[in-house]
């Protein structure tokens, strides 16, 4: 007479238990939300709002100087200012700066103009708190990358050399208008008695625009 039993081993038992017990432990933390997502989220705020000051602000203009946001005198204007630029914009010495100062940041914008390799960072660095704020005493200096980073990216359409209208060399009213005199009576704008005769050569100039790529990051 055959009989069947089961053979009950303790060793296979607390395997089978630590086993379950480890995969259970592994769907738990992967699934588990991270309180760095939440930094990672306030972390691309700060850099998104400090691109769309930089985007939309600027100084008021002196004399009959253009007038320019914060972005475009960097990328096409005077670049020695960009360290006072991103000083009053990103934060410096100020009580309440947009990037707090324990976050360093690095505006940078993307190489359009040359051939793009795989593999190659074609970024450009702009300025960097960590690196460039140390030859201005900055309490950023020397602030690496440690923990995380994100960044905002925007594009800037500009003329480096303005469009000109030009002005027409032919002498009548639709030209050149109407204007005042002292007696409130309607007279030509200029002086109208010549009109040339021989071929013109028109003033008129379309300009050069340029397009650029900006991503400024926020790390800590």
């Not at 760095?36 to 602000?57: F, G, K, N, R």
């Not at 390799?117 to 200096?141: H, K, Q």
């Not at 800037?156 to 303005?162: P, V």
Request: proline share 5%.
């Amino acid at each position: 007479m055959c009989a069947r039993g089961f053979v009950f081993s303790l060793d296979a038992f607390v395997a089978f238990v630590l086993i379950m017990i480890t995969i259970n432990l592994l769907i738990f933390t992967i699934g588990t939300p991270k309180p760095y997502y939440a930094e990672l989220e306030a972390t691309h705020i700060l850099a998104y709002d400090t691109l769309q000051v930089l985007a939309t602000s600027g100084d008021s203009p002196i004399g009959s100087a253009p007038a320019q946001t914060y972005l475009e005198r960097i990328l096409i204007g005077d670049i020695s200012n960009i360290h006072d630029i991103m000083v009053k914009v990103a934060g410096g010495e100020t009580d309440h700066p947009i990037i707090p100062k324990g976050y360093g940041y690095r505006l940078e914008y993307l190489d359009l103009d040359s051939v793009q390799m795989p593999g190659v960072d074609s970024w450009i660095p702009l300025y960097d708190a960590g690196t460039n704020g140390c030859n201005y005493g900055s309490d950023r200096c020397g602030k690496n990358f440690t923990k995380l980073q994100a960044s905002a990216t925007t594009f800037l359409s500009a003329y480096t050399l303005k469009p000109m209208p030009g002005q027409s060399p032919f002498c009548h009213a639709g030209c050149r208008g109407y204007g005042v005199d002292e007696y409130g009576n309607s007279i030509y704008a200029a002086q109208c008695d010549t009109t040339p005769c021989n071929t013109t050569t028109s003033n008129f100039r379309v300009g050069t625009n340029t397009v650029r790529v900006v991503r400024l990051i926020v790390y800590t």
